[in-house]
């Protein structure tokens, strides 16, 4: 008798962890949008500060963000409990969130009173070179600058992976989004690490005596700067099809209509995805570039305020 309850036992956990398992790779999926551009800003933040800093900077943001999650997922938690209705608008307001920044990000780049990333270079660089500017204190700015984003980025990540997870038990539930949490941390974290010490592994095969790690070394060197871009498009270009996709799944009407022109289209299954997506990024802009008319609306009324 106790043996078979040992087993009922052990086969009630292998059934929770399979389907913990699943839940986890879907919203993976879905939060991978997400990650993408979380992965892109957080290599950026770390830009301008000196090289023999960048780990224990990226390690005091990894810190940061596991706060942030602590922080975070309970009260993910909490929501879900007790305040289910409110999962599906605190979506929408960080899927509008995301288009807001998306959209912010490309006026800053190509309106001319936009604040250039090449200014954004020279500052850093001016601030590195000159021995007036406190070190410590532009080390510590950047670091928490790091960890605010983060937290925007953490719980839009949470947000959608409890969605995911809506309809499980509440014992799924947080096995879910503790293996969110903690799997996402440290992935974009190791990433990030990994991203900017890219130049340093470069710079050292670089002087090797071998040439053809010589060659690969220089190689390196030479791509790492355009791997930071690639991630700054990539990152963009996420916010919008996440946060799109959030917006119209969230607006029957208009996911209808999504739904109704892909189909129109045709072309089978990867077909309709790649036109879904196409047609959520693009709503994502417009309701970006919504929401950021309004914001300098009201940024200009509080100022003749």
């Not at 997400?34 to 780990?55: I, M, T």
């Not at 799109?244 to 999504?258: M, N, R, W």
Request: hydrophobic share 55%; charged share 15%.
């Amino acid at each position: 008798m106790a043996g078979s309850s040992f087993f009922a036992l052990f086969d009630d956990i292998a059934t929770i962890l399979d389907d913990v398992s699943v839940m986890t790779k879907v919203a993976a999926k879905k939060t991978a949008g997400v990650l993408g551009d979380d992965l892109a800003l957080n290599a950026q933040q770390v830009a301008g500060v000196p090289v023999n800093r960048e780990l224990p900077v990226v390690w005091a943001v990894a810190r940061g963000s596991f706060i942030n999650k602590l922080i975070l997922v309970p009260s993910a938690l909490l929501i879900s409990a007790f305040l289910p209705w409110a999962v599906t608008p605190l979506l929408m307001l960080g899927g509008a969130f995301l288009c807001f920044e998306g959209v912010e990000k490309l006026a800053h780049k190509f309106l001319p009173h936009g604040e250039s990333v090449e200014g954004n270079h020279a500052a850093r660089a001016e601030a590195l070179q000159n021995a007036s500017v406190d070190m410590v204190a532009f080390e510590r700015d950047k670091i928490k600058g790091a960890v605010r984003t983060d937290f925007i980025l953490s719980a839009e990540i949470i947000v959608i992976s409890l969605d995911a997870v809506a309809n499980a038990d509440f014992t799924r539930q947080v096995m879910v989004l503790s293996i969110i949490a903690v799997a996402m941390t440290v992935g974009v974290y190791g990433l990030v690490a990994g991203i900017v010490k890219l130049d340093d592994l470069g710079l050292y095969l670089s002087q090797k005596r071998s040439q053809a790690t010589a060659w690969l070394g220089k190689r390196i060197v030479g791509a790492a700067p355009y791997l930071m871009k690639t991630l700054s498009v990539v990152g963009t270009a996420a916010m919008f099809m996440v946060g799109g996709a959030i917006l119209t799944h969230g607006i029957a009407p208009v996911h209808a209509a999504v739904e109704h022109a892909a189909a129109a289209v045709g072309g089978g299954a990867v077909v309709h995805a790649l036109t879904s997506t196409l047609l959520n990024a693009l709503f994502g802009i417009v309701a970006g570039a919504v929401v950021l008319g309004v914001v300098s609306v009201v940024k200009r009324l509080f100022k003749k305020g």
